[in-house]
């Protein structure tokens, strides 16, 4: 009886199992026809779940039917949402709960596929992954926090059973859906389990193109899962968009950003599953990412350490990873998320984001630069303590090398920096960290190529950092002078280099200096200081107290040639130089400048100025007359000399020639001098004589030859006569009462009459006629018959040449159409005329003595005419003064 009693159930079980799956099969089939209903069995469904659940047999049923009954609630609530919500209902899902802990208890690392409570779990995933879509459902799963709990066991066991496994991901990724659901599942240790699958994949297997099946290839089942497993992560995290889009969860980022690095955890949101699983599997050093077989190594010990704590404890890391490091992390210096020493190793290697790495360098940068100061302060005695945080310095070498390669390779980058230049700059005084300064130094460099940077350095204010470099750090001069000079393009900065001493460590870099590009670059810079419209000439002021102005001029056309200039011996109208001046002045600069430099160590904002008794330094040229930057003594020796300014020299002469023609009493010698130049200038160089009208200088001169004084007339006769042959010149005297005021001083000079002739002569051989009616009006031509008589030319020492000068004038003055009838009345009623007029003179005419200074055209030159011998030696400079940049000595 007992036996068909049992052969009785065994019937009825399995006739109950193949109604299941029939109707398994039919929602699988039909899903679509089906769809619209409500499934109506599910009291009797839940029933027989509850059942089997509950009975203590259900592992030792030969035909169990919870696999078929949970395979059927999976279809139903997959066939429609109207499903989902009455499984709710009927506390359906409390129900797969129940059945799902019963079986996850009894899974171990030996389950296999095909074991009933392995295929339940399978099952009950399945139906929280789609009971997941539900809001109100979403809710009773967060109710009910074993069931998270469960699905972390079945992912511990997923190595034995990874198809199941795989089902246990989908549904995690179905709960990322919900925030609340993400923190539960994060809390319940996920990431330990999910992780743990992504270093399972073979990408060599994905990259073969052989056909591969998860029916019989056991390693293509566990890439699935591990490309399961990213697409999980990425959903939990909040990283993908679109349909695919979670709520972000700020705390699980942090967890995979420590344990995946932020680069890689990044790429959750917009790499491809196979490309970040082949990241994780291969080994790579590149800014973003340090990975290899020991940071994979490093990151499972840990992850496994945790899955067993938190499955048999209950408990696992406090920070969920987020705080996890690598040891061959914990080495490297890693600012913005970039691995510093690495990028410093490929600076050309294309950053995601440049400006923000920039940013994040400065800050670091910042972070330490409090310290450096200390550090570098501390004594000998403290070298202990120094050397424990050793490590801090090269870190921050590093960060200012990345800086500059951040800048130098990504173009845009420097804007940054803007606001930070205070910081930057005062790097520069870190004296005995010379690879700091320096590192900051080019950083500054580079910057100087952006306008709204050099306008932000220049409301900084921070100049003087910079201009001690140029004492203390030998090694980087011409790095300095190169951003000196591109900083230069500001006129704030000019005014704040004035006033910070700039002109007083370039002026010892220029007269010290043994390195021959440094002093050319310092005397570029000067030229470029000097051309500013604003502070130039008060740059060129200051150094004119320390050098002749000929060296400004040199340094503008030429910055080579002013240093040969300063290195030579000159004697010339433009310049009195030789060892005793050089060595005044190099002496003199470098004092004041060491002096300023110990100034700014003890305060960098002390600011310089020339003291208010300061004379000029070079002293070789005390006694000369110079008008115009030229020495006139020199010049009536040299007249030929080619001037660098002539019209320049032109005007301060004649100006000062005329402030004396004014005075009733000017000094002799002085007027001597000027009158003397001013003729070898328009004898030299006659076509200066055409900028003389315009000047407005004439009328005085002639003006001058009706003065008191008779030193006065001759000196301007002088003058006349060398302007006599100008076209132009004569021309002006035509429109001006230029011949009474010449025969007033021929009569008040009779040693200037032989020279006033020959100046008349020449006058009238222009043919202006106004010049032969001022002769009518001042009875010249009487006069002039006077002289021929002999009357006034005793003291002459060539009165036949006079004679001849006289005769051809007179002659010139009849040829005039307008007045000539009248000049010729008057010779003929000459009794001396008629003795002169017939005559040929032209023998008695002799080339004027002025003649003969002309060399021909020339180009101004500092060297290569006058007196001038070069003491530049041929044997290489000696070593700089410093033994090594400042701060370097032990």
């Known amino acids: 009886m007992y036996q068909i009693s049992k052969n009785s159930g065994w019937a009825r079980s399995r006739e109950y199992n193949f109604n299941l799956k029939t109707q398994s099969i039919l929602f699988n089939r039909h899903k679509e026809d089906l769809q619209p209903y409500k499934y109506a069995g599910y009291p009797m469904l839940i029933r027989t779940i509850t059942m089997e659940t509950s009975d203590d047999l259900l592992f030792s049923k030969e035909s169990p039917l919870l696999p078929a009954a949970t395979e059927l609630a999976f279809h139903t609530v997959n066939c429609s949402a109207l499903n989902a919500e009455e499984l709710r209902r009927e506390n359906g899902l409390e129900v797969l709960q129940e059945a799902f802990s019963r079986c996850v208890a009894v899974l171990t690392r030996s389950s296999k596929p095909s074991d009933m409570s392995v295929q339940v779990c399978g099952y009950i995933s399945k139906c929280y992954s789609v009971a997941a879509q539900f809001e109100e459902c979403r809710e009773k799963i967060t109710e009910m926090p074993s069931i998270i709990k469960d699905l972390c066991r079945v992912l511990y066991f997923g190595k034995s059973i990874p198809r199941v496994a795989a089902l246990g991901v989908e549904c995690v990724s179905s709960f990322a859906v919900d925030f609340w659901l993400q923190t539960h599942l994060f809390q319940a240790g996920i990431l330990w389990h999910l992780l743990g699958f992504l270093f399972n994949y073979d990408y060599t297997l994905e990259e073969s193109g052989i056909q591969k099946s998860e029916e019989t290839n056991q390693q ?4 699935s899962l591990a490309k399961l497993s990213v697409h999980a992560l990425s959903r939990l995290g909040g990283y993908l968009a679109e349909e695919q889009a979670t709520p972000e969860n700020p705390t699980i980022r942090k967890s995979l950003a420590g344990m995946l690095t932020p680069y890689v955890a990044r790429k959750l949101a917009v790499a491809s599953v196979t490309e970040i699983l082949k990241m994780l599997n291969s080994n790579t050093e590149s800014p973003y990412l340090i990975w290899n077989n020991s940071t994979r190594a490093e990151l499972l010990e840990f992850l496994e350490s945790q899955q067993e704590n938190m499955i048999k404890k209950g408990d696992c890391d406090k920070t969920y990873g987020s705080e996890f490091v690598y040891s061959d992390h914990a080495k490297e210096l890693i600012v913005g998320e970039i691995f510093v020493r690495v990028y410093n190793e490929v600076p050309t290697f294309q950053l995601e984001v440049p400006k923000a790495f920039a940013a994040s360098l400065l800050d670091y940068i910042g972070s330490q630069a409090q310290y450096l100061h200390t550090f570098m302060a501390i004594t000998h005695a403290a070298k202990v303590e120094s050397e424990q945080h050793g490590d801090r310095l090269p870190r921050v070498e590093m960060a200012l090398e990345a800086l500059r390669n951040v800048i130098k390779y990504n173009p845009g980058s420097e804007s940054e920096c803007i606001g930070h230049f205070k910081l930057i700059f005062s790097l520069l005084r870190v004296h005995g960290a010379g690879q700091v300064q320096q590192l900051a130094l080019e950083v500054v460099n580079i910057v100087t190529s952006n306008q709204d940077c050099v306008n932000n350095i220049a409301e900084s204010m921070v100049l003087s950092s910079l201009l001690a470099l140029l004492h203390s750090l ?36 220029f007269c010290n200096s043994t390195h021959p590009q440094v002093r050319a670059q310092t005397a570029e810079l000067f030229a470029k200081m000097t051309a500013d419209k604003l502070i130039g000439p008060k740059v060129r ?11 400004m001029d040199a340094m503008r056309d030429n910055p080579e040639a002013a240093v040969h200039i300063f290195e030579g011996t000159h004697e010339n109208p433009e310049l009195i130089w030789n060892d005793n001046s050089r060595d005044k002045v190099s002496t003199t600069v470098r004092e004041m400048m060491l002096e300023h430099f110990k100034n700014q160590q003890d305060n960098p904002e002390a600011n310089w100025k020339l003291p208010e008794d300061f004379a000029v330094v070079f002293g070789e040229a005390e006694g000369e007359l110079a008008v115009g930057g030229v020495f006139l003594r020199i010049f009536i020796a040299q007249p030929a000399w080619v001037l660098r300014k002539p019209r320049e020299f032109l005007i301060a002469l004649l100006e000062k020639l005329t402030e004396l023609l004014e005075k009733n009493n000017p000094h002799g010698e002085t007027l001597e001098t000027l009158t003397m130049a001013t003729v070898c200038l ?11 009208p315009p000047l407005g200088h004439l009328p005085k001169v002639i003006q001058a030859m009706n003065h008191r004084n008779n030193a006065i007339p001759k000196s301007a006769i002088r003058v006349i006569h060398a302007l006599s042959e100008n076209e132009l010149c004569v021309r002006a005297m035509a429109s001006l009462e230029t011949i009474g005021p010449l025969m007033n001083g021929m009569k008040k000079r009779a040693d200037t009459v032989g020279l006033a002739c020959e100046a008349i002569n020449r006058m009238f051989q222009k043919e202006q006629s106004e010049l032969v009616a001022q002769a009518l009006k001042a009875d010249l031509v009487p006069y002039l018959l006077k002289l021929l008589e002999g009357i006034g030319l005793e003291n002459l020492d060539s009165p036949a040449a006079t004679k001849a000068q006289i005769v051809k004038a007179l002659k010139a003055m009849t040829r005039s159409l307008q007045y000539g009838e009248q000049v010729n009345e008057i010779l003929c009623r000459s009794s001396v005329w008629s003795a002169f007029k017939d005559q ?51």
Not at 682 to 692: E, R, T, Y
Not at 874 to 888: F, I, S, T
Request: proline share 6%; net charge negative.
């Open 682 to 692: 328009f004898s030299a160089q006659p076509q200066l004589a055409d900028q003389v």
């Open 541 to 551: 002021i200051t150094l004119m107290k320390f050098l002749p102005s000929v060296f």
């Open 474 to 509: 030998p090694s980087s001069r011409q790095l300095v002078l190169e951003t000196l000079y591109a900083l230069t393009s500001s006129t704030k900065i000019i005014k704040e280099a004035m006033a910070k001493g700039a002109l007083i460590y370039l002026l010892d870099m």
């Open 220 to 223: 293509e089942v566990a890439n």
């Open 840 to 890: 040929k003179h032209d023998l008695f005419i002799s080339e004027s003595q002025t003649a003969g200074y002309l060399t021909g055209p020339g180009v101004a030159g500092y060297l290569t005419a006058g007196t001038s011998t070069s003491v530049m030696s041929n044997l290489p400079p000696p070593v700089d003064h410093e033994a090594g940049d400042l701060g370097y000595q032990t």
